[in-house]
């Protein structure tokens, strides 16, 4: 498999973390599962070949936008098999894909019901012609910076954002609410509206996902945010699958070794797959 990845244009830096591009054009993953970790992330998928199958009902879109996960998924990779991954922050979700929270939490949506079929055909049609991915990028840059101009935003869209950076910091409901001068319900509504979930639930996934990742790089506290070890377990029993432990015991997928690299300064995005 080749893997690959691209940083958006500065501009989108505070939706879109970047841009994946992943290829087994020889099948040479097929048969493996691909396990993608719970994170407060979302993820517009293009497929430039055949799509990978999912353990989702509409299976693997052409086109398609997953939203923020509060369980492990399986893929299966094949032959043909080429996309690129447009990996949105719960702001880029919020700006670029507002109210689509009831559809894609916890659920793959395909991008023809947001876009409609045409819009989405002429999207991967216009990038599946660039094929090499830095010009790949180049037109997700623009076409992602055009629907910032066409898409209206919300009035609630840069509270949510804002309370979301209070809520990663604290993760305390009551402070976040309180930095947009709104109350713990009212939020609660943005959030289910625009993510799919509750803050409470979106700060879980988050304390989730830095365990996980001081797990897979060996940087970080994997206990941090956890009452104690028992506390751990549930969590990562509960939306992971697994133990920490049996986790501990189990080789990294080459898709793991590949996107949460052991470098320092990569941890605040990166962790995706197990």
Not at 58 to 82: K, N, T, V, Y
Not at 88 to 113: K, W
Not at 117 to 146: I, K, N
Not at 233 to 257: E, K, N, Q, V, Y
């Amino acid at each position: 498999m080749h893997f690959l990845k691209q940083a958006p244009a500065a501009p989108l830096a505070s939706l879109v973390l970047g841009y994946w591009f992943i290829q087994d054009l020889k099948g040479a993953h097929e048969g493996r599962p691909i396990q993608t970790a719970p994170s407060p992330t979302a993820v517009l998928t293009l497929n430039f070949g055949r799509p990978c199958t999912s353990d989702f009902a509409a299976g693997g879109p052409r086109a398609s936008l997953l939203g923020i996960q509060s369980h492990h998924r399986d893929w299966r990779s094949g032959e043909g098999c080429a996309f690129v991954m447009v990996m949105l922050t719960p702001a880029g979700l919020a700006r670029l894909f507002p109210a689509s929270g009831p559809s894609t939490g916890d659920d793959l949506l395909e991008l023809g019901a947001v876009l409609g079929d045409g819009a989405s055909r002429r999207l991967v049609e216009d990038l599946s012609a660039a094929w090499e991915p830095h010009w790949v990028a180049a037109r997700l840059d623009a076409w992602l910076l055009e629907r910032l101009v066409t898409t209206k935003p919300l009035p609630e869209t840069e509270r949510l954002a804002r309370a979301w950076d209070v809520l990663r910091r604290t993760s305390r409901v009551d402070a976040a609410a309180r930095a947009v001068n709104v109350s713990t319900r009212q939020l609660e509504r943005w959030f289910q509206a625009h993510l799919g979930h509750s803050p409470r639930q979106l700060s879980a996934l988050e304390r989730l996902h830095h365990s996980l990742l001081a797990a897979q790089t060996g940087q970080g506290d994997p206990h941090e945010g956890f009452s104690d070890q028992a506390h751990r377990i549930r969590m990562w029993r509960r939306h992971l699958g697994l133990t920490p432990g049996r986790f501990a015991r189990t080789p990294r997928s080459m898709m793991a070794d590949y996107f949460n690299p052991r470098q320092e300064g990569s941890a605040a995005a990166l962790a995706h797959f197990l």
